[in-house]
């Protein structure tokens, strides 16, 4: 299989699909808090019980994964990192023009939402350019990668891998 050219279209493909498994997420530590909030209030419900183990395996095996999964640098995969890996390797593509027409879709004419978005702009710019700091973007992948290390070095042990 032949690997897609990057472009923005593509790296807009890929953040949608990062933005649905990050809020996805987020929406299943909002049900796991609002269950355990539940089993909580009620005295009746054993706590914590062979189901509550169980929910909470599930979520942590899962959200552990999902954060893993946003850590993968595999090119054969869509993930945070795969994207800021390529956002650093091909900067230019998130230039100034393209970040102020997506800033201001709805009318490209309004100075003010030019001048916003143009300002904007400029806390990520390379200075002297019109396209985003690569500098930043490693600052990114460092604070990914250091954040979530031990979240991954946990799911590989216990979720993925059975360490002997």
């Known amino acids: 299989m032949a690997r897609k050219q990057v472009t923005h279209a593509l790296w807009l493909e890929w953040l ?14 909002l049900y796991w808090r609002e269950t355990v909030r539940i089993v909580r209030a009620n005295p009746r419900i054993p706590e914590p019980g062979y189901v ?3 929910i909470t395996r599930m979520y942590v095996s899962h959200v552990g994964s999902g954060i893993r999964r ?12 795969r994207l800021l890996s390529s956002m ?10 393209a970040f102020v027409k997506a800033w201001c879709a709805a009318d490209e004419n309004d100075d003010f939402e030019v001048a916003c ?4 702009f400029d806390d990520y710019a390379a ?5 985003i700091n690569r ?3 490693n600052d990114d992948i460092t604070l990914l990668a250091n954040t979530g290390r031990k979240v991954k070095n946990f799911v590989d042990v216990q979720v993925a891998h059975y360490a002997e």
């Open 88 to 97: 650093r390797s091909h900067p230019s593509l998130l230039s100034r023009k």
């Open 135 to 137: 500098k930043l973007i």
């Open 70 to 81: 946003q850590m993968e640098e595999s090119p054969k995969v869509v993930s945070l990192r």
């Open 16 to 29: 949608k699909a990062i933005e649905q498994d990050i809020y996805g997420m987020h929406a299943d530590r």
């Open 117 to 120: 978005a143009t300002s904007a």
């Open 127 to 131: 200075e002297g350019t019109d396209h």
């Open 52 to 54: 509550m183990d169980w």
